[in-house]
C-alpha cells in the first residue's frame, strides 16, 4: 500500500524550532522530487518547499526562505522540513505529497493525511 505518513508537528512558541518528517511505504521516494504544503484555516493550501530527486535542488516560498530547510535521506526514505524561527503565522496543517517526476513541478500525486503546527504564546 503505497503511503505517505508526516509526524514532528506539534505547539511551539514564537521563535521555536520544529523538524516535521514525512515517511514513505510502499515506494522508495528517491524517484520523486517531494513537496511540502500547508494550509491554514480558512485559507488556500500553499506550497512551501520542494526538493528534486534529480539533483537534491530545492525550492522555498518567499514566506519561509531563510528560516526553512528541506532534506531528504533516501536510505530512510524520509523527506524533512526543519522549521526555525516559527512565527504565528506558520500555523497551518502541514502535507508532504510526491511530484509525479524527479523534478519539483506544480503536479503532485501522493498526499501524506498532514501534521498539525501550532505557533502560538
Known amino acids: 500500500q503505497v503511503q505517505l505518513v508526516e509526524s514532528g508537528g506539534g505547539l511551539v512558541q514564537p521563535g521555536g524550532s520544529l523538524r516535521l518528517s514525512c515517511a514513505a511505504s510502499?515506494?522508495?521516494?528517491?524517484?520523486?522530487?517531494i513537496g511540502w504544503f500547508r494550509q491554514a484555516p480558512g485559507k488556500e493550501r500553499e506550497g512551501v518547499s520542494c526538493?528534486?530527486?534529480?539533483?537534491?535542488?530545492?525550492h522555498y516560498a518567499d514566506s519561509v526562505k531563510g528560516r526553512f530547510t528541506i532534506s531528504r535521506d533516501d536510505a530512510k526514505n524520509v523527506v524533512y522540513l526543519q522549521m526555525n524561527s516559527l512565527k504565528p503565522e506558520d500555523t497551518a496543517v502541514y502535507y508532504c505529497?510526491?511530484?509525479?517526476?524527479?523534478?519539483?513541478?506544480?503536479?503532485?500525486?501522493?498526499w501524506g493525511q498532514g501534521t498539525q503546527v501550532t505557533v502560538s504564546s
Open positions: 505529497a510526491t511530484a509525479d517526476s524527479s523534478w519539483c513541478n506544480d503536479r503532485y500525486d501522493y
Open positions: 526538493i528534486s530527486s534529480s539533483d537534491d535542488s530545492t
Open positions: 510502499g515506494f522508495t521516494l528517491d524517484y520523486y522530487a
